[in-house]
């Protein structure tokens, strides 16, 4: 079967029997979120960040401290996912299949919204999507820009890439803008440079795209934003998705598209 046309629990079905990939294309119409559990004394601090970030953290479900399934997602949070990050310390120590051994009673899910949500708009109107083609992870870059921080939480912006030919460039800021609570429209066009990413063939996250002639690097903010603060911050204890590998939710695209 086409990955496109599982369902989320059949997908959250071979995740949990071993399968290991990133999300990008899977399940059809159905919304995928990044997630991040912090400690609960950590969790009003997260929600601030957010409210402070909201294009880079826009929060669509969270969890009660320990559970491991939300209203939005109905899975298993610990297994029901293509890859994990654990984080000790604001450094990344391991990257594991589950987070059964790992996921402790104090532990708060927070699911962030994901840009593959619009992807397929995009295609709807004309807008390729390279890592779509490539059937690769999307690039993702660590810019210079500075989130607004908290007392705690403090990091750089992250954005995922998609190349567009420039007469297409504002069709993709007009169709993703229509989804504010999924990142919404890309927070730069054009000079990779100008945010601080220096080579768009070396993402800091995910696989490189061929950007060709005639098309113009467009920068989405990305739900990998809180986990680089979890690092940039020396978070003692938190777990994330692996970067491109997504919690598959219950709840439809075009729930978060905007008329």
Do not use: K
């Amino acid at each position: 079967m086409d990955v496109a046309d599982l369902s989320p629990a059949q997908a959250r079905e071979r995740f949990r029997t071993g399968e290991r990939v990133p999300t990008a294309g899977w399940c059809r119409g159905w919304t995928q979120a990044n997630l991040i559990a912090v400690p609960s004394e950590l969790r009003y601090e997260l929600l601030l960040f957010a409210h402070r970030n909201p294009q880079a953290c826009p929060v669509l479900d969270v969890g009660e401290p320990g559970v491991w399934s939300t209203e939005l997602f109905s899975g298993d949070l610990r297994t029901d996912l293509p890859g994990y990050r654990l984080y000790r310390d604001g450094r990344a120590v391991a990257d594991l299949d589950d987070v059964v051994a790992q996921w402790r009673a104090d532990l708060v899910p927070f699911l962030i919204g994901c840009s593959f949500t619009f992807e397929r708009a995009l295609l709807a109107a004309g807008v390729p999507v390279r890592h779509l083609e490539a059937g690769t992870n999307v690039p993702m870059y660590v810019t210079s820009i500075p989130c607004e921080s908290t007392g705690s939480l403090a990091g750089p912006l992250v954005v995922s890439m998609r190349p567009v030919p420039e007469e297409l460039v504002a069709t993709a800021v007009e169709v993703s803008g229509r989804y504010p609570s999924v990142h919404g429209a890309p927070v730069h066009t054009g000079d990779p440079a100008a945010i601080g990413v220096e080579n768009l063939a070396a993402p800091d996250y995910g696989d490189p795209v061929e950007v060709r002639a005639g098309e113009v690097p467009l920068f989405w903010a990305c739900g990998v934003t809180p986990q680089q603060a979890v690092l940039a911050s020396g978070v003692p204890y938190a777990i994330g998705h692996l970067p491109g590998h997504m919690a598959i939710m219950d709840v439809r695209d075009d729930h978060y598209r905007m008329a």
